[in-house]
């Protein structure tokens, strides 16, 4: 597995109230990211954002076979499994969110997924499902209504809309309440509707 590197902020976790772990973007970074948590967390949050190798949880696009995505992939899963484990011990995953954008959107809904369970929230800014077809047999487990919100461009040069579409139907099938907002002619950015939704949606 690859290192293990996270960049934390707020209480630690045996302290805290709620935790909620956010997933950079390609090329993008942990101390990007964890500025998102700004928006959402008081001081009772533990914020923590894990670093991926070389900044890119796998390296080609997520609509690529798997395969071709092997051994970052199962990688990128394991880490976000393994902090979601370490926090449960202090705080129960109906507390925990789960954020990301772009590439760390993807892990995101690709881990919440696989995992179902009753979390506090789940935030993909343009992300969708990983692989070059959703198989269903990957995705277990009940979302017992958790809020999950996925925003994306309907011109969006590295996350198709029809793809996020799909994803929203699936992670639907799990038990979750989507709320699925599609912005005409959005930059492949996170911009502040998608903030606002989300905190009146799950905050």
Known sequence: MHTYRLLEKGEPPDSAEKAIILLHGRGASAEDIITLADYFCDDSFYIVAPRAVNDAWYPFSFLTPEEHNEPWLTSALATVKRLIDEISEHIPSHKIYLM????????????????????????????????????????????????????????????????????????????????????????????????????????
């Open 100 to 203: 990301g954008f772009s590439q760390g959107a993807c892990l995101a809904l690709e881990f919440a997924a696989r995992y179902a369970v009753r979390y506090a929230g789940v935030a993909a800014f343009s992300g969708g499902l990983i692989g070059d077809t959703i198989r269903t047999d990957k995705y277990q487990g009940n979302f017992e209504g958790t809020k999950i919100f996925i925003g994306n461009s309907d011109d969006d040069p590295h996350i198709p809309l029809i793809r996020t579409e799909e994803s929203a139907r699936l992670i639907e099938s799990l038990g979750a309440d989507v709320t699925l907002k599609i912005y005409p002619n959005m930059t492949h950015t996170i911009i502040q509707d998608e903030i606002e939704t989300v905190l009146e949606l799950m905050f």
